[in-house]
Every structure is written in C-alpha cells, then in structure tokens.
C-alpha cells in the first residue's frame, strides 16, 4: 500500500505546498511516523491477540452441573462423520472421524471433554421426570425410563453426519394430567487461546438474529434472551456446538458455572394430557464451521449458516473464500490456490494500477516544474496551488490519482484476513515448508521475503533524476518511507502465512507490471 505515498507519487509536493510556511523539523517528522506506526501496530495487535480469560471471583457452579454421572451406563453413538459418549442426560466425548489434531497427530478433533456436555432434559410440574443422574434402561435402539407414577420416559438417539437427533417420547399413563418444559443446555471450558481475530464464545439465535457473547463478556455477567425459537450454542475458531430444541417461547441463558460456560434454553411447558403421549425433539450440531456443511444444517435448524462471522467485508470474504475454494479442486493445494487467486485479483485491477502507475511516472517526469514553482512562489502559498494545479490538469493526472489501488486494497486485505482464518479446510493445508496456512510461517521466510519485494516495488518506484532540489518535506517523508518495508515486516511477520503468501504474490505481480509500464514509457 505504502509504495503509493512515496516522494514521487506528488502526494508528497503537494503535502509540502499545504505546509508551505509551516516547516517540521526531521526530529518531528520522525516522531509523527513513529506515532502513526505505534497507533497502526496496536490497532493490529487489539485485532489479532487473542482474548484472556478473568478468572477472578469465578461463580460456583450448580447441583445438577457439579452431579455425579460416573454411575450412569455409558454407550457410543456414531455415523460417517462423528462418534460421542451417551451417558444419560449427556452427550460428551465428540469426537471429529473427518478432521485430524494436527498433520503429524492422526487423533480425531474431540469436543465436549474435559467435564464438557450437552444435556437435554424436562423439567416437570405434576410428576418427576430423569434427572442427570438416572440410569435409563437400553431397549434395542430406545433408552426407557419408569416412574413411580408409571409415566414411560423413552429416548432414541440418530445420528446424520455431525447432526445428532433426540426424539424424547412421554407417555401418561396416569388418570391426571401434568406438563413438562423441555429443556437444552451445553456446558465447555473456554478455549479463547486457540483462534486471534475470530469470535469464539457463546452464540444464540433469537428472534431471527445471532447475538454473541464472548467469554469476557460471560466472565462479568450473565444474559438472558427470550425468543419464540431459536438455538444455543458455542462457537470456537474452526468448530461449532449448537443444540435447538423444537419447541416454542423459549428463554435462553448464557453464564459461567464454576470453570465451565454454560449456553441454554428452556422452552414453555408442554401438557400431556391423561393416557396420551407427546414427543418432543431436538437437534444438536457438533461440527466444522463450514459453509457447505451449515448449509445443509440450515434446513432442519434455522439460522445456523449465519453463527459464521466474516466480518465488515463479509460481501468480499465470502466470494474470496468460495473462489480459493474451487481453485483448490483444480490444483489440489491451498497454497497455489492463493497465488493463482492472487494473479487473478491482479488482473482485475489491472486497469487501475496502470492507471496509477501511468499517473506515478507522470509525476516523476513533472517533479522538476513542481519544484521551480515551489521555489518560485515560495512565499505565495495560493499561488504555489494554483500554479500546481495548472501542472496536473495540463498532464491530466492528479495527486491523488495512485493512492485508487491502496484503497481497494484494504478491503481486500481485510476480508482476505478473515476468510483464511475462518477457513476450516485453511486448517493444516500445507504449503512448502508450512504446515498451516492458517497461521503464522514458523521460520518467518514469507514475511522476510514480502518486505523484500515492497523493498523492490519502492526503488522502482523512485524517481532517479535529481534529489537535491527536493524539498525538505518530501526529502524527509522519502527517508521514512525506506523504513516501510521493515516495518511491514515485522507487522506481517504474525499474520496468517496465507495472506502474508497472498501479498508476497501481489507485490511480485505488481513489480513486474511496473517494470513493463517503465519500458513502454521510454
């Protein structure tokens, strides 16, 4: 980006005619770079660190979190895509058959251990219903429950890919009525150190829109929602827990139990009426945070496409991300996915660089004249403008004519950003020496060799007439735009190696782009 207010861009001269009669020192100029650096690095940093857990004045979880299950028989459930651990109540133990730890670790991503589960119940009013802690009876594929009132409790579990449905049936067999309120609830450790620049906590649907609560956030209170459907869950930087109960008006609550979080809905209470039997289901998602996969998800729970946070330029991240996507069918690996995807965003900004590289070298050529003027009317600050704008509007160019590409580029850079690390098949894609493209080059080659090429990309930019008769502001601001490269460096050196790969791409393109304009110019 920075290539495009270099001493010879005229963004510079015409700077230095806006500060005619009001001159700054080198050492002024330095500290306003410097602070402007500072500012940029910290924005940066407040982007991708990520959140810290408070742990002071942790709440005491409840009875029916802290209870005792070790009793209650446990069995497996699984399909094509996943295989958890039922034990009454809970599911827990999930475990991710499609996606591996890491490269080197064949072991299957695992969610909901360390004391974490998903628990689906009824609270009842006019009979007792199981708890936590009861032990169901396994009949063939259905687990069976009696009361001391002979009101059956049967519960059937199937499982589609990462979508897990239980089928709660209760039939009264009692001469009275009663009702029960269903009842959705997951409970995790926080895991807030795994992703940077991605939302990870709790997340509902309400009311048609997704509201999120972070674990900072469930650190220093509690929310409640009410809604007439909706689902729960928590979100982490690649996967996903959602669980939705099919039942209407329902209140939602999102609060730390202990060391655990808690995210769940308890829905209106549901009559059964004397000899009759009422079947409640819910729908619960343990999986990847993938578009395609939520997609398919969305028909039976409404709304979950949209847990998948692409930020500002999410108009931007989501084509980006589908068009890496289908490149990487044809080549088979995300790193040349990105440099072919690279060149091509190159080639539809072709008109535009050029015309800012055709600008850029207008203003080279028209340094010398800029410079007489400034001399000329160096005590007539209007005149120095109205001379200057005679200049560019006789070359038709303009000051601000190649700063066009820095600020499509933003946008671009951004979304890009969030894209590869939202991306859960960026996850482990390989790439020459990196094992994740998803995250930060180990050996810090890409960034070094980015710094390089926007090193090369300004000296071919610079003008190599005469700097002598430079004035003092573009002089200086020529100075610190040599530290650019280094600083950038360093900024990119913890980004995602994917967009560090994407840049690195785009200043080789544009160097040769500007090398190809330079010598049709002659």
Same mark, same amino acid.
């Given at each position: 980006?920075?290539e495009?207010?270099?001493?010879?861009?005229?963004?510079?001269?015409?700077?230095?005619?806006?500060?005619?009669?009001?001159?700054?020192?080198?050492?002024?100029?330095?500290?306003?770079?410097?602070?402007? %650096? &500072?500012?940029?690095?910290?924005i940066?940093?407040?982007?991708?660190?990520?959140?810290?857990?408070?742990?002071?004045?942790?709440?005491?979880?409840?009875?029916?979190?802290?209870?005792?299950?070790? #009793?209650?028989?446990?069995?497996?459930?699984?399909?094509?895509?996943?295989a958890?651990?039922?034990?009454?109540? @809970?599911?827990?133990?999930?475990?991710? *058959?499609?996606?591996?730890?890491?490269?080197?670790?064949?072991?299957?991503?695992?969610?909901?251990?360390?004391?974490?589960?998903?628990?689906?119940?009824?609270?009842?009013?006019?009979?007792?219903?199981?708890?936590?802690?009861?032990?169901?009876?396994?009949s063939?594929? *259905?687990?069976?429950?009696?009361?001391?009132?002979?009101?059956?409790?049967?519960?059937?579990?199937?499982? =589609?890919?990462?979508?897990?449905?239980?089928?709660?049936?209760? /039939?009264?067999?009692? /001469?009275?009525?009663?009702?029960?309120?269903?009842?959705?609830?997951v409970?995790? @450790?926080?895991?807030?150190s795994?992703?940077?620049?991605?939302?990870?906590?709790?997340?509902?649907?309400?009311?048609?829109?997704?509201?999120?609560?972070?674990? @900072?956030?469930?650190?220093?209170?509690?929310?409640?929602?009410?809604?007439? #459907?909706?689902?729960?869950?928590?979100?982490?930087?690649y996967?996903?827990?959602?669980?939705?109960?099919?039942?209407? =008006?329902?209140?939602?609550?999102?609060?730390?139990?202990g060391? &655990?979080?808690?995210?769940?809905?308890?829905?209106?209470?549901?009559?059964?009426?004397?000899g009759?039997?009422?079947?409640?289901?819910?729908?619960?998602?343990?999986?990847?945070? =993938?578009?395609?996969?939520?997609?398919?998800? =969305?028909?039976?729970?409404?709304?979950?496409?949209?847990?998948?946070d692409?930020?500002? %330029?999410?108009?931007?991240?989501?084509?980006?991300?589908?068009?890496?996507?289908?490149?990487? *069918?044809?080549?088979?690996?995300?790193?040349?996915? +990105?440099?072919?995807?690279?060149?091509?965003?190159?080639?539809?900004?072709?008109?535009?660089?050029?015309?800012?590289?055709?600008?850029?070298?207008?203003?080279?050529?028209? $340094?010398?004249?800029?410079?007489?003027?400034?001399?000329?009317?160096? #005590?007539?600050?209007?005149?120095? $403008?109205?001379?200057?704008?005679?200049?560019?509007?006789?070359?038709?160019?303009?000051?601000?004519?190649?700063?066009?590409?820095?600020? +499509?580029?933003?946008?671009?850079?951004?979304?890009?950003?969030?894209?590869?690390?939202?991306?859960?098949?960026?996850r482990?894609a390989?790439?020459?020496?990196?094992?994740?493209?998803?995250?930060?080059?180990?050996? %810090? +080659?890409?960034?070094?060799?980015?710094?390089?090429?926007?090193?090369? $990309?300004?000296?071919?930019?610079q003008?190599?007439?005469?700097?002598?008769?430079q004035?003092?502001?573009?002089?200086?601001?020529? $100075?610190?735009?040599?530290?650019?490269?280094?600083?950038f460096?360093?900024?990119?050196?913890?980004?995602?190696?994917?967009?560090?790969?994407?840049?690195?791409?785009?200043?080789? %393109?544009?160097?040769?782009?500007?090398?190809? &304009?330079?010598? #049709?110019? /002659?």
């Open positions: 980006m920075v495009y207010l270099n001493n010879n861009s005229g963004f510079a001269a015409w700077n230095a005619a806006q500060n005619r009669g009001a001159p700054r020192s080198r050492f002024s100029n330095f500290l306003w770079w410097t602070f402007l %650096f &500072l500012v940029a690095w910290w940066v940093g407040l982007f991708m660190s990520p959140a810290q857990n408070e742990n002071k004045a942790a709440p005491v979880a409840d009875a029916s979190v802290l209870a005792d299950v070790s #009793n209650v028989p446990v069995y497996e459930i699984s399909s094509d895509a996943i958890a651990d039922v034990r009454g109540l @809970r599911i827990s133990n999930i475990d991710l *058959k499609n996606f591996a730890q890491t490269p080197s670790d064949a072991t299957p991503v695992r969610m909901l251990a360390d004391d974490g589960f998903v628990e689906i119940g009824l609270t009842p009013n006019g009979t007792t219903a199981p708890i936590a802690t009861t032990k169901w009876q396994k063939g594929d *259905k687990m069976v429950w009696r009361n001391g009132d002979g009101v059956e409790f049967s519960r059937e579990i199937t499982v =589609d890919g990462y979508l897990i449905r239980v089928s709660d049936t209760i /039939k009264n067999n009692t /001469k009275h009525d009663f009702s029960v309120s269903p009842y959705a609830r409970l995790r @450790r926080a895991d807030a795994s992703s940077a620049g991605v939302y990870t906590g709790a997340v509902a649907y309400v009311n048609n829109d997704i509201e999120n609560n972070s674990w @900072r956030d469930l650190d220093k209170k509690s929310y409640a929602y009410t809604t007439t #459907n909706g689902f729960v869950g928590f979100a982490d930087q996967w996903e827990t959602i669980v939705q109960t099919d039942a209407p =008006d329902q209140t939602m609550r999102m609060k730390r139990q060391e &655990l979080y808690e995210n769940g809905a308890v829905a209106a209470p549901i009559n059964v009426a004397a009759k039997t009422e079947t409640i289901t819910t729908n619960v998602f343990a999986g990847p945070r =993938d578009a395609n996969v939520l997609r398919t998800i =969305d028909a039976t729970i409404n709304g979950i496409g949209e847990t998948i692409y930020g500002w %330029f999410w108009f931007l991240a989501r084509p980006m991300l589908w068009t890496i996507n289908m490149i990487h *069918k044809f080549v088979m690996n995300y790193g040349l996915a +990105i440099i072919i995807f690279t060149i091509i965003i190159r080639v539809l900004m072709w008109p535009l660089t050029r015309k800012s590289y055709t600008s850029m070298i207008a203003m080279q050529k028209m $340094q010398p004249e800029l410079q007489r003027i400034q001399k000329l009317y160096a #005590n007539d600050r209007a005149r120095i $403008q109205m001379e200057m704008m005679r200049v560019y509007q006789t070359h038709k160019t303009s000051p601000m004519s190649g700063c066009l590409p820095m600020l +499509i580029q933003i946008p671009i850079f951004f979304a890009l950003y969030k894209a590869l690390l939202i991306s859960v098949q960026m482990n390989n790439f020459l020496w990196i094992h994740d493209l998803a995250t930060m080059d180990p050996y %810090f +080659i890409l960034p070094i060799l980015m710094g390089a090429t926007m090193w090369l $990309q300004q000296y071919l930019q003008n190599k007439g005469d700097t002598k008769n004035n003092e502001f573009a002089a200086q601001t020529a $100075q610190v735009m040599k530290w650019m490269p280094i600083l460096t360093i900024m990119f050196a913890w980004m995602p190696s994917g967009l560090v790969l994407y840049w690195t791409v785009s200043n080789i %393109f544009g160097i040769g782009q500007m090398m190809w &304009l330079k010598h #049709n110019a /002659k």
